[in-house]
């Protein structure tokens, strides 16, 4: 066993003898050695490369709704939580006088508190029907509108921080539409590893139909300005054990275990929030 451990092999005698390893140059002849071994190894470990095709078209045009042009926009406010009665009257004092006016491409699909998850939140979903030409003219008009500012300069006196993402509806989901009430609302939000958006969107188109028995999918949205890579899922629901039913019967269905199979790895974090519509919401 010792003469077997100490003998050297006539290649490594032969490394040993190298004008790298005499010159004392021992990076050199470890980068040489592994150079070769790559080199010997990479027609095998070539045959598991994951091939991936070019794609003509970004993931927002393979999966986005190609007969609507509608860019939706959500907010989320952390509001101090002393200010939270005074914020809601606010809001609904004047955010209904935008969704009316027809003068404004945008309305209003959805309004609520966040009951389970950040506390003392506040969520607004907003539709722009024109997609960014209609988010532009919204936005400059509002820049004279006296009331508007107002009402904002007010709102910032309440809030502790602020964002937004700007997004578009899958085409495979449900669109937004105004519903009686009353219901509570869950926003399930994934953030996906970058490059995963087309196949998170290919399970869903095939998974969706599991979720729709009950009417419970509002819409499903992703990302486009803001933090990329984010999968908002909206839910309808009569109360929590509803929900709790609802989602047990969606694992007695056959194909829904697949769909968590193949998407939970493309998630680097997921949130859930439980939320309460407020008065001027058209979700109610």
Known sequence: ?????????????????SPELRAGNVAAAAVGRFYSKDNEGS?????????????KDAHSTLLSKKETSNLYKIQFHNVKPECLDAYNSLTEAVLPKLHLDEDYPCSLVGNWNTWYGEQDQAVHLWRFSGGYPALMDCMNKLKNNKEYLEFRKERSQMLLSRRNQMLLE?????????????????LRTYKLKPG?????????????????????????????????????????????????????????????????????????????????????????
């Open 1 to 17: 066993m010792a003469a077997r451990l100490c003998s050297i092999s006539a290649a490594a005698r032969r490394r040993l003898r």
């Open 43 to 55: 027609w095998f470990r070539s045959l598991f490369v994951h091939k991936v095709d070019p794609r």
């Open 170 to 186: 899958f085409s495979f989901w449900n669109e937004p539409q105004p519903r009686a009430g009353p219901n509570i609302y869950e």
């Open 196 to 284: 995963t958006m087309i196949e998170w969107g290919n399970n869903w188109a095939r998974a969706i139909k599991y979720r729709q028995e009950n009417q419970e999918a509002v819409g499903g949205f992703f990302s486009q300005i803001g933090e990329l890579y984010v999968v908002h899922h909206l839910w309808a629901y009569k109360d929590l054990q509803s929900r709790e039913e609802t989602r047990n019967a969606a694992w007695r269905k056959r194909g829904w275990d697949e769909n968590v199979y193949y998407t939970v790895p493309l998630v680097r974090h997921m949130e859930s929030r439980i939320m309460i519509p407020l008065k001027i919401s058209p979700l109610q």
